[in-house]
């Protein structure tokens, strides 16, 4: 096994509290980073709470993807996870960057099943 995959997480800051609070906006957000990853979506699951804020969870043929939104704090923190090198996770948390608005971001790249892989994160922040 050459690696495990690659795990990205993102964290989206100054995104429209509007777009955080409403699942339909997220979960569009979410189909189109499947779509751009080249995944395959296998089921998904979704949470409003109150006052506000939500969660969604795809469950993909790679692995999986994860948005959670703070409307209240314009903030929202996302990974990707694909296993072996099926998928593009990297290009799924930029289309999240550009669907939910995030005025700045910073990225981080994990390759997971390597000694070490942990610590190797890359993190690349937006201007």
Not at 20 to 43: G, N, Q, T, Y
Not at 88 to 117: D, I, Y
Request: contains cysteine; proline residues 6%.
């Amino acid at each position: 096994m050459p690696t495990a995959g690659r795990h990205c997480m993102v964290e989206l800051w100054d995104c429209p509290a509007a777009v955080l609070d409403d699942p339909a906006a997220v979960r569009a957000a979410m189909l189109a980073a499947v779509f751009v990853s080249r995944c395959v979506l296998l089921s998904e699951c979704a949470h409003r709470f109150e006052p506000c804020g939500v969660t969604i969870v795809g469950l993909l043929a790679e692995s999986h993807i994860s948005i959670h939104t703070w409307p209240e704090h314009a903030y929202a923190a996302a990974d990707v996870f694909t296993c072996g090198t099926a998928g593009e996770p990297e290009a799924a948390c930029l289309e999240l960057v550009r669907a939910l608005g995030a005025g700045r971001h910073e990225l981080r790249t994990v390759t997971r099943g390597v000694p070490g892989g942990l610590a190797r994160g890359a993190v690349e922040r937006s201007r």
